[in-house]
Nanobody, 124 residues
Framework: QVQLVESGGGLVQAGGSLTLSCAAS????????SGWFRQARGKEREFVGA???????RYADSVKGRFTVSRDDAKNTMYLQMNSLKPEDTAVYYC??????????????????WGQGTQVTVSS
């Protein structure tokens, strides 16, 4: 199985940028669909974006054009580049990996492995 560890969260002003990293160990991340989810206080966990083995990506409408998911196979690490951040982007961000069908899905229940999460706070 794969182990995932997020890093890069923090406090940023609205309009700023932040890059999150998800370092994988134990297995090759490229063998999975890997994605980012977020959960704001009092809300359900929601899909942000994901990438598959061929580096095809999919995004939630709320982040499309602002966020970019990428993967560095040499480092076995996935990234979430976040630009033009808004206060409503404030949440705990989780990376996740899906074992099995290599199609990108937005449902959190379809992902098998999760990191511990990293807090992103966007101030207005």
């Amino acid at each position: 199985q794969v182990q995932l560890v997020e890093s890069g969260g923090g406090l940023v002003q609205a309009g700023g940028s932040l890059t999150l990293s998800c370092a994988a160990s134990g297995r090759t991340l490229r063998d999975y669909v890997s994605g980012w989810f977020r959960q704001a206080r009092g809300k359900e966990r929601e899909f942000v974006g994901a990438i598959n083995w061929s580096s095809s990506t999919r995004y939630a409408d709320s982040v499309k054009g602002r966020f970019t998911v990428s993967r560095d196979d040499a480092k076995n690490t996935m990234y979430l580049q976040m630009n033009s951040l808004k206060p409503e982007d404030t949440a705990v961000y989780y990376c996740a990996a899906r074992q099995g069908p290599l199609t990108i899905t937005t449902a959190s229940r379809e992902y098998d492995y999760w990191g511990q999460g990293t807090q992103v706070t966007v101030s207005s």
